[in-house]
T-cell receptor, first 109, second 114 residues
Framework: RKEVEQDPGPFNVPEGATVAFNCTYS??????FFWYRQDCRKEPKLLMS???SGNEDGRFTAQLNRASQYISLLIRDSKLSDSATYLC??????????FGKGTMLLVSP | DGGITQSPKYLFRKEGQNVTLSCEQN?????MYWYRQDPGQGLRLIYY???????QKGDIAEGYSVSREKKESFPLTVTSAQKNPTAFYLC?????????????FGAGTRLSVL
């Protein structure tokens, strides 16, 4: 049973490109949604929370579609420093964070 | 500097040995967590604690033990009963355990078996 599914990638894009990741979740009772970023051999760091109304933080835009149970992350004007693994995270209750396996992004010059 | 400190960064375990991973936070967070990450896998919850002197098993608690004697500290012991301990161990904390609470992570401990 895969509760949070992500395309593992890697997504190879040139600098300046726009790239989008999707994530699907199986638990319709899920209440909170997040994107974390994890650099190679480092800890995950919160990128942004995802709200039903959608939210934007600079070059990053996150969207939530509860009806279809998917979350998306859009990165505009990709930078070399955006190269990382992006983790989709879903919360369904107290202390219950479910992590996807991550989508790897490689931005090349 | 506020944050979560994990030590050691690298740890080696001999067969039959128990080892303890340290996690300390100065964020005044009530809740603390231990996760395990294997290559190409998502994080899996080992144990969590919502308050001092209380903790609950996560999805993969077998072979592990924890204690929460102080709010700031949540050490994890990997016992000899854990037959496949090689992994990246991550400690996290959050203000509470309500669903909207964001978890913040320490830098992790890489455990290997000699």
């Amino acid at each position: 049973r895969k509760e949070v599914e992500q395309d593992p990638g890697p997504f190879n894009v040139p600098e300046g490109a726009t790239v989008a990741f999707n994530c699907t979740y199986s638990n319709s009772a899920s209440q909170s949604f997040f994107w974390y970023r994890q650099d190679c051999r480092k800890e995950p760091k919160l990128l942004m929370s995802v709200y039903s109304s959608g939210n934007e933080d600079g070059r990053f835009t996150a969207q939530l579609n509860r009806a279809s149970q998917y979350i998306s992350l859009l990165i505009r004007d990709s930078k070399l420093s955006d190269s990382a693994t992006y983790l989709c995270v879903v919360s369904s209750g107290y202390s219950t964070l479910t992590f996807g396996k991550g989508t790897m992004l490689l931005v090349s010059p | 500097d506020g944050g979560i400190t994990q030590s050691p960064k690298y740890l080696f375990r001999k067969e039959g040995q128990n080892v303890t991973l340290s996690c300390e936070q100065n964020l005044n967070h009530d809740a603390m967590y231990w996760y395990r990450q294997d290559p190409g896998q998502g994080l899996r919850l080992i144990y969590y604690s919502q308050i001092v002197n209380d903790f609950q098993k996560g999805d993969i608690a077998e072979g592990y033990s924890v204690s929460r004697e102080k709010k700031e500290s949540f050490p994890l012991t990997v016992t000899s009963a854990q037959k496949n301990p090689t992994a990246f161990y991550l400690c996290a904390s959050s203000i509470g355990t309500q669903v909207e609470n964001i978890q913040y992570f320490g830098a992790g401990t890489r455990l290997s078996v000699l």
